[in-house]
Structures are given as structure tokens and as C-alpha cells.
């Protein structure tokens, strides 16, 4: 079998320019620089990383990060459904207006969605203050850093889902239930594994949101050591101590764990695939 | 018989009271995460009245703030709009190997975080590297200095123009363009007759997206622009700064300003999406 | 225009969508190329608009190899199946626009363009519809624009790929004997890609069959009707 040939030559004129426009602004903004971090790793070499990364600090900044984020992607996967259900399905007053905000994450800078967060979740603040009266600490704790993770990643699970219900034939469902199935049989056995990878698709991008995030997180977060110190804030620490290795451990072990789990989550999504088909 | 009648309801829909329950818990849900922090920035902002929060804004950091903030989305945004215009026609309009690829590292930013981003770029062009040392000895300093921010913006909105467009090409196909070819038109002109005009509401979209972020992004900047005061300094940090400084009203003022652009940004991506549905990316149709 | 097709061949990656096949068309006949799909039928129609690169072999106009010249050289009139009319001008603007495309020089004036543009909409018997957008005309309009728009950079050929595939029945019909007016008219060379053996039969001069990327048989309907040359065009007609 011959392989396919690399480039399909084509009458429509442009190609070179906009491959060249592509592939030099591609290497310049996003591969030079990730190389960079890479070959700086490599210099320093994996037990210098090793070393950098191996503290208690480090290890619970990591631990910190991945599980308040995979917390909040969860979260944000339940609550992303049923927005994405009732915003699709249902008709009530404000619908619109509700639909248009769930976008407020991504257009919202997210150090004013920090100073926000923390002025109404810090205990003199208006939620802050009910949250006390129950003797409960919200803001400069890991609530408030899960708080903050939630916010960046709402609007992902919601906006994958969306055009999946607006997709699925009613039939279905009237089949579904002419056949015996009660309401919620139906949503949970037909229903939900038609939304399943479109939902997975948000989950794993609002995870990685949640890992990388800093601007919304470090106001609300208090960044007391081994208590509420997210990982992307050590390397801005190790970068003001002008200690670029330890900064490197970090970024790539950041990278390398973001990776794994993103890998993790395509192989969950290309096995349910593989079952019901692209939907 | 008339009892089984009354009885009716569609099957494909929930009772009526889940329903209800349904949509007050989203409710609640978006009330409490979503507009509770807006509300508080403007209410934050106006504290003292509304005379202080405009007068805090007047101040010389401020303004230089703002300048420079448009300064870079007037740099970042128009050359994200060129790659991510580049891009979609390389993917969409011819056929090679490797395309998946591409695709995948166009994306890349999305999965790193933005303070990783800005520690790439200052290894990168940092002064006590190779490339960094060898600009700033001929004068062009990259990080504490403009055009770091300006890649550190691109960097976090690289795949925004780009995400947008290549379905919405994918899905107007070739045809249009090979037709414009066979009547005798050049490149550009198919470009500029033929593909611009279909892809403009998308194209606007996209670079509206991009601008919202380029002009709000703060990991990647804090680490690449060195926080100096009326230099490098861009209205996030200098929310940031201000905040520390217990300078509630300026922050929040400051703040204010950038929630506005937020909220214009929203409502003319609803407009685009209510009356340009179908030009838009598949993933967004409503 | 005389068309000669000498030993065109093309390959996708593995597969051959075309083997050599060699193929001589007459000045000013109407050919209609007949198969199933997949049979290699619009690859051959591309290769000869010039949009599609053959893996070898030539294609001659007029005697002289054509197989370096780009599209725009070619100057082939190319009605597609989808019409790929341009949906954010009008019809005017679409039948106007290869007259418009042309370098200064070559370029008619203004009145000149608007005069070509109304005598092919009265060619086309649409007088009235030049102010229209594509998305208010029905499918048999559409196509008669398309087809008014490929004339109107005064082609060397004109190729059709399935001109009534989008057609429902009673249209389709109408439209035949519009094609063969149309191409009585100018006297164009022209080819046409059809999976429905009545519509070659009865409106080509010559009918080329082909399956799997071969041709099977050349020749007139009648011909071709009266002495299948393989097995698989007797039972494609008897299909």
C-alpha cells in the first residue's frame, strides 16, 4: 500500500502563503516557547527537576491543584447538564438572559472575577458574612479556591451539551416511552449516554481550565503554604526568587499530569464513541 | 374517556413541579456565581459615589493602564485574526497529511495553563537567555517590556479566530471558491468576493472573543511584564496592585470598566448568535 | 473546441479513481459521461476544469496540451452540482462576476457587463430575477443561473457535473431540453456527468459509460443501447 502523499496539490491559490503564515506565527507564539521550557528541563536534567519538585510544598501545591480542580470540573459537569437541559427544553421568563450570562466566565477578566469573588465570599462580605453565621469560613480557604474553579469553568459543559439536546429527535424518547419506559428510565438510559461524550468534551476542558487557573484564585485563596497554595502560584514565586529550574519542575510537571489526564479522558471519549456513534 | 384526556401530557418532557424545581435550581446556581460578583464589582466600584470612582480612574496609573491594555489588543488581537484566518484556509481548503496534528498544537494553549505560558516566554526571550540576551543587546528587550505582553496575549488566545472559523469553512465547503476559480478570479479576489463575505459574522465573533481575553488576561502578563508602574502595567495588574493596596474604590473602579467591556461583549456575541445563527461555528448554533 | 484526453490517470493515496483512460471528444458535441457513482465519472469532469490534478497523462485542446494551464486558462464554462452559486450576491452580480474577476484591461465597461448579463437572463428565460438573492429561487432557477454564469465568460467548453442531479422529476425534464437549446445555441463542446442513463440517452450526441474508474463503451445511444460491449453496460441499462 502506497502512503498518501503529503500535500494533495490543489488549483485554489494560496497555499504556501497561508501554510507559511501558519506555521511561522504557530512556532513563534506557542512551539519556541514551549520548547524552551522543554530544553531547559533537559539541561537541568530529571534530578535536578527531581529535586526542585520533591518538597512537601510542591507535592501539596500539585495534590491541591488536581484535586480542587477535578472537584470542580465534576461539579460543573452535573450543574453544565442540567443548564444545558433546562436552557434547551424548557421556556420560561429569562431564558435568554440566563443563556447569554452562562458565557460570563469566558468574557469576564479573571482578576476582576477574583476581587469580586472574594469581596462578596470574605466573612465581612455579603455571602461571607451567612457563611460565618453558620461557622463556616468561605473565602481564603479551599472553599474559596473551589469557589473561584467553578466559576472559570461553568460555561464549558453547558455550551458543549447544548447543541447535543437541540439535536436529539423527540421520537427517541416518545420511543422510549411507548415501549414502557418511565421518564426517568428514559433520561438515564437513553438520554444521558447520547449527551455523554459532548459532556465529557466540557469536562475535560473545564478540568484544564481549573488546573492552570491563577488570576481569579490567588485573591480568594489566602496562598497559605501546604493549606491553600495553588501549583501556577509557586512558579510565579520560584520566578521572583530567580530560581528558573525550580519554576521549569514545575511547568513541566504541570504540563506532563494536564497530558496524562487529558489523554485519559479522549481514550474514555473514543470508547463511548465506538458504542453509540458521533452524536 | 375524557378523564385519560385530562390526563394527557407529552410524554417526552418532565412533570411539571421537576421542571420547576429544575429551572429555580439553575437559577440559583447562576444567581449565585455568576451575577452575585458582577453586581458586587459596580457596588464595590460606587462605595464612595460615583464622582470618586471616576476620579480614580483619572489618575495617571489608570490611565497609563488603559492605554497600555489597548495598545496590546490593538497588537495581539489583529494578528491572531491574520493566523487564525491563515490557518483555517490552509486546514480548509486543501487536503495533507499531518492536519489533525496541526490542529491539535493550534489548541495546545488551551491546555496550558497562562502563568506556564508566561515562564516559556520569559525562558525564551528572557535577558539571561541565548535569544532574550542577544535582543536586548541590540536594544529590543521582550520580557518587563511591550512586545512580551503582546505575545503572552497571543499566546493565551492563539486558537480563538482559528476554533471559530474552520467549521464554519469546513461547512461552506470548496465549491464556492472553485467556481469563482473556473470564472478566471485570482487568489485574493475569490478571497475577498467569495470567502471573506461568508465568513465575516464568524470572523467578528471569534475576534471579538479574542479581544475580551487579550484585554482581561492576567497569569501570563504577571509573569512576563515585570509589574512596573505606568510601564508595564496593564488594567488587570494594575487591579491587582491596586487591590493590594487596599485601594478598594480604584480597583473596583478600574475593575468596573473592564466588567463593562465584559457585558458589551456578551451582548454583541448574543446579537450575532440571535441574528447570524447559521454563519456561525456548528457549535454554536441555537 | 476539440478535446483530447490521452492516457489520464489519478490516483487518491491507494486508490485508483481513475486507470488510464484515453477518450476524444468533437468539436461541439454534447457527451454525456454515464456511470454509478464512484465510477470515476466527476474525477475525469475536474481533471478537464482543471480543479482536479491528473497522477499522468495529457489533456489536449485543440491539439495543444492543455494539462499545464491553470483553471483560469482553461476558461471552461463549470456548472456544479450544488450550482456553488455565491449566496451573498444577487443573481446579476453572480452572472456579472468572471466579467468583473477579468484584469483591467480586459475588463468591459459597466453598461457593457449589464447588457451581456440581461441578454443571458433572457438566454435562460429569467428575465426578470437579476435583483435576486440565490436563496429566493427554486432549484430549476438556480441551476439556469448557474449555467447562465458559466457562459458568461464566453467559455471554450462548457462541463456540467450531474446538472439535474438536485431536480425532482417534472423539472429535471423541462430543464433537458433547455440544456440542449442552450448548447445548440452557442455550439459549445460540452460534457456532462450523469448517473441516469435516460437523461444521456436522450440528450447526448455521444455517451461515455464508465465503472470503477474504466470506460466500458464509447458511443451513440442507439448504439450503445443496441450493442452493449461488456457485461456490465448491458446490466447497468437494464437496471
Given amino acids: 500500500m502506497t502512503m498518501r502523499p503529503l500535500i494533495n496539490r490543489s488549483p485554489l491559490p494560496g497555499m504556501g502563503l497561508s501554510a507559511g503564515i501558519t506555521l511561522t506565527m504557530l512556532s513563534l507564539v506557542v512551539l519556541l516557547p514551549i520548547g524552551a521550557l522543554l530544553l531547559k528541563g533537559a539541561t537541568a536534567g530529571l534530578p535536578a527537576l527531581w529535586t526542585e519538585v520533591n518538597t512537601p510544598r510542591i507535592w501539596g501545591s500539585l495534590a491541591l491543584s488536581f484535586r480542587l480542580s477535578l472537584i470542580a470540573a465534576l461539579i460543573n459537569l452535573v450543574f453544565g447538564l442540567l443548564l444545558a437541559w433546562v436552557l434547551v427544553r424548557y421556556r420560561f421568563p429569562g431564558r435568554k438572559l440566563l443563556d447569554a450570562a452562562v458565557d460570563l466566565p469566558f468574557a469576564l477578566p479573571t482578576a476582576v472575577a477574583g476581587i469580586a469573588l472574594t469581596a462578596l465570599y470574605a466573612p465581612n462580605g455579603a455571602f461571607g458574612a451567612i457563611a460565618k453565621s453558620f461557622g463556616v469560613k468561605i473565602a481564603y480557604t479551599q472553599w474559596g479556591i473551589l469557589l473561584a474553579l467553578i466559576f472559570v469553568g461553568l460555561p464549558f459543559v453547558t455550551r458543549t451539551v447544548q447543541p447535543v439536546v437541540e439535536e436529539i429527535e423527540r421520537e427517541v424518547e416518545e ?51 501546604l493549606k491553600t497554595e495553588i501549583a501556577p502560584l509557586l512558579i510565579v514565586i520560584k520566578l521572583e526568587e530567580f530560581n528558573y529550574t525550580g519554576a521549569t519542575a514545575i511547568g513541566i510537571a504541570m504540563l506532563l499530569i494536564s497530558f496524562a489526564m487529558l489523554l485519559v479522558i479522549n481514550a474514555l471519549q473514543v470508547l463511548s464513541r465506538r458504542r ?4 | 374517556m375524557s378523564d385519560t384526556h385530562l390526563r394527557f401530557r407529552p410524554v417526552a418532557t418532565e412533570p411539571a413541579p421537576v421542571r420547576a424545581a429544575l429551572i429555580l435550581t439553575s437559577v440559583a446556581f447562576l444567581a449565585v456565581l455568576l451575577f452575585a460578583p458582577l453586581i458586587v464589582v459596580f457596588v464595590e466600584a460606587l462605595r464612595d459615589g460615583a464622582i470618586a470612582a471616576v476620579a480614580s480612574l483619572a489618575n495617571p496609573e489608570a490611565a497609563s493602564a488603559i492605554r497600555l491594555t489597548l495598545i496590546v489588543a490593538a497588537l495581539a488581537v489583529p494578528l491572531n485574526a491574520v493566523f487564525g484566518i491563515s490557518a483555517a484556509w490552509f486546514i480548509t481548503k486543501y487536503d495533507f497529511r499531518g492536519k489533525a496534528l496541526l490542529i491539535t498544537m493550534i489548541d ?17 526571550f528572557g535577558a539571561n537567555t541565548a535569544l532574550g540576551g542577544w535582543l536586548v543587546g541590540h536594544g529590543y528587550p521582550v520580557v518587563f517590556a511591550l512586545p512580551s505582553i503582546v505575545l503572552a496575549s497571543m499566546f493565551v ?28 478570479a485570482s487568489g485574493w479576489r475569490i478571497f475577498f468576493t467569495v470567502t471573506l463575505p461568508n465568513i465575516r459574522w464568524a470572523l467578528l465573533y471569534g475576534v471579538l472573543l479574542c479581544n475580551a481575553r487579550a484585554m482581561g488576561e492576567f497569569g501570563a502578563v504577571a509573569v512576563v511584564s515585570g509589574k512596573i508602574r505606568g510601564q508595564t502595567a496593564t488594567m488587570p495588574i494594575t487591579i491587582e496592585m491596586l487591590y493590594n493596596e487596599y485601594l478598594s474604590v480604584a480597583a473596583f473602579s478600574l475593575a468596573a470598566v473592564l466588567a463593562l467591556l465584559a457585558l458589551v461583549t456578551l451582548t454583541l456575541k448574543t446579537l450575532l448568535e440571535w441574528r447570524f445563527a447559521d454563519q456561525l461555528a456548528a457549535s454554536h448554533h441555537r | 473546441m476539440h478535446i483530447e484526453i490521452d492516457e489520464i490517470s489519478k490516483e487518491f493515496g491507494s486508490t485508483a479513481a481513475l486507470h488510464p483512460v484515453s477518450l476524444a471528444i468533437p468539436s461541439g458535441a454534447l457527451v454525456a459521461l454515464l456511470g454509478p457513482s464512484g465510477s470515476g465519472k466527476t474525477t475525469l469532469l475536474r481533471i478537464l476544469g482543471g480543479l482536479e490534478f491528473p497522477t499522468s497523462g495529457r489533456v489536449l485542446f485543440d491539439g495543444e496540451d492543455a494539462t499545464a494551464l491553470t483553471v483560469q486558462q482553461r476558461r471552461a464554462g463549470f456548472v456544479f452540482q450544488s450550482y456553488a452559486l455565491f449566496r451573498h450576491m444577487t443573481v446579476f452580480e453572480n452572472i456579472a462576476y468572471g466579467l468583473r474577476a477579468r484584469p483591467r484591461a480586459q475588463r468591459p465597461a459597466a453598461a457593457e457587463i449589464a447588457r451581456r448579463v440581461t441578454k443571458l437572463l433572457d438566454l435562460i428565460q429569467l428575465p426578470d430575477i437579476g435583483a435576486r438573492y440565490p436563496s429566493q429561487l427554486s432549484g430549476g432557477q438556480r441551476q439556469r443561473v448557474a449555467l447562465a454564469r458559466a457562459l458568461a465568460i464566453e467559455p471554450r467548453m462548457l462541463l456540467l457535473d450531474e446538472p439535474f442531479g438536485a431536480l425532482d422529476a417534472r423539472v429535471r425534464k423541462e430543464l433537458r431540453a433547455g440544456l440542449r437549446e442552450i448548447h445548440d445555441t452557442t455550439g459549445l463542446t460540452s460534457v456532462f456527468v450523469t448517473h441516469d442513463q435516460d437523461e444521456a440517452m436522450e440528450l447526448a450526441d455521444l455517451v461515455v459509460v464508465m465503472s470503477m474508474g474504466r470506460i466500458e463503451q464509447i458511443g451513440r445511444p442507439a448504439d450503445i443501447r443496441a450493442r452493449p460491449a461488456t457485461e456490465f453496460v448491458k446490466s447497468f441499462l437494464s437496471a
Avoid at chain 1, 469536562?203 to 503554604?225: D, K, M, Q, T
Avoid at chain 2, 496550558?112 to 525564551?124: D, E, H, M, R, W
Fill in chain 1, 175 to 225: 420511543a422510549s416511552a411507548t415501549l414502557g419506559a418511565s421518564r426517568f428510565y428514559t433520561l438515564r438510559r437513553v438520554v444521558l449516554p447520547m449527551l455523554a461524550p459532548a459532556a465529557m468534551t466540557g469536562f475535560a476542558l473545564s478540568l484544564a481550565r481549573a488546573v492552570g487557573e491563577y488570576g481569579s484564585v490567588i485573591f480568594i485563596a489566602g496562598n497559605i503554604p
Fill in chain 2, 108 to 124: 495546545l494553549p488551551f491546555s496550558v495553563s497562562p502563568v506556564v505560558a508566561g515562564l516559556c516566554l520569559v525562558l525564551t
Fill in chain 2, 157 to 184: 488566545t492563539f486558537p480563538f479566530v482559528a476554533r471559530e472559523l474552520i467549521p464554519v469553512m469546513i461547512e461552506q465547503g470548496r465549491a464556492e471558491e472553485e467556481a469563482a476559480l473556473t470564472l478566471g
Fill in chain 1, 276 to 279: 453509540i456513534g458521533y452524536v
